[in-house]
């Protein structure tokens, strides 16, 4: 057993208190990992906020990177491996995973909504009394024990911040372009709001070729880092769908071939579809409230071909993705390192989690 520090969330609509817990070693298959950074994410605030219904006590966290430290029976990974952390590790048997669709595997996101590991069964306890699992990861803590196939090994030399955030903000924004969408050199691209994993849709845009790229976003903090990532246009958001829809296509001369909606709000999802020209789609990344609807106009569909795509997680494979995204990382043209804004220590993270809900950070990143 280890004693590790986590910042756990007692109950949904409660607040986050650093506390010692226990962490039993990993079964088979599972590794326990040493977090050297871990990024703060909306998705935790929805959490939080019950926006996602999350089973608590829950140690939060799900953006993550560090160092190996033990491994199960049957896992290969060398201890003193720096690696990503993926949030949905795929268990390679289901139906989803068969077809290719790994990123939809249903063991995968049974456990994320049960608040355990793949087995069924959680390996954190405060007083003998269980702690649950968040995405299979909870990394706002010291130490993480999680299954083997979450870890994606990476170079010793890839600073932990970074690394961090291509777990989650990073494979979600770029994958979105590259995988959902297959956004091809010339496209136009626009991106609506402009938060972590909106401003990695920026940058796997402009990696891709594609031209314009547009931001949109209420925030002017927001669009000048946009402009920094690679946008070619911002746009601040407009006060309604149309308005905003009538500016990107202005700017656009006609509209896009893709319209990236990265905030979840239904409003925002009508503004891209309707930013897009004829065979056009929105693609739809941000996570909506559970009672969420939108609406768009249907004639449109069949008579200009026009297409709505879901986005989970960038449809990503982190095996292959993160290798591809390093790569360009390092030779400049993905330039991760502008998303981090703040650097926190684990025992700010109420703070840390106040300025990614007011907007007033592109990416905090904790370091245990």
């Known amino acids: 057993m280890t004693r590790i520090r986590a910042a756990v969330l007692p109950v949904t609509g409660g607040t986050p208190e650093v506390v010692e817990l226990d962490l039993a070693p990993p079964r088979a298959g599972e590794v326990l990992v040493r977090i050297a950074a871990t990024g703060v994410c909306h998705s935790d605030q ?138 091809r050199p010339g496209d136009r691209v626009a991106v609506l709001g402009c938060g972590g994993v909106g401003l990695n849709a920026v940058m796997g845009a402009v990696a891709a070729g594609a031209d314009p790229v547009v931001a949109v976003d209420v925030s002017h903090e927001k669009l000048t880092a946009a402009r920094e990532c690679g946008a070619t246009h911002v746009i601040p958001w407009a006060g309604s769908a149309e308005a905003t829809a009538d500016a990107v296509v202005e700017a656009t001369r006609g509209g896009v071939d893709y319209a990236f909606e990265a905030t979840g709000r239904p409003e925002v999802s009508r503004a891209a579809f309707l930013s897009t020209r004829r065979r056009g789609a929105a693609v739809l990344v941000g996570i909506p409230g559970t009672e969420a609807e939108v609406s768009f106009p249907a004639r449109s569909i069949p008579l200009l071909e026009r297409r709505v795509l879901g986005c989970i997680y960038g449809s990503s494979s982190p095996a292959r993705d993160v290798p591809r995204i390093l790569s360009l990382y390092r030779s400049g043209r993905l330039p991760l390192d502008r998303l981090v804004s703040h650097r926190l220590n684990l025992d700010d993270v109420n703070e840390a989690l106040r300025l990614m809900h007011d907007g007033q950070a592109r990416r905090v990143v904790l370091t245990p």
């Open 46 to 183: 929805n959490a939080i906020d019950g926006t996602a219904p999350t089973r608590c006590p829950a140690v939060l966290g799900h953006e993550g990177a560090g160092v190996v430290q033990a491994v199960g029976p049957g896992v290969d990974l060398p201890v003193g491996a720096h690696v990503v952390l993926s949030w949905l590790p795929a268990c390679g048997a289901c139906e989803d995973c068969v077809d290719g669709l790994a990123h939809l595997c249903r063991v995968a996101w049974t456990a994320v909504g049960d608040g355990t590991l793949l087995d069924g069964t959680t390996r954190l306890a405060r007083d003998g009394e269980p702690v649950f699992h968040y995405s299979l990861l909870s990394t706002f803590a010291t130490h993480a024990v999680v299954p083997a196939s979450a870890c994606v090994p990476i170079p010793d030399d890839v600073p932990f911040d970074v690394a961090a955030l291509i777990g989650c903000a990073v494979l979600t924004g770029v994958g979105a372009v590259w995988n959902t969408a297959r956004v």
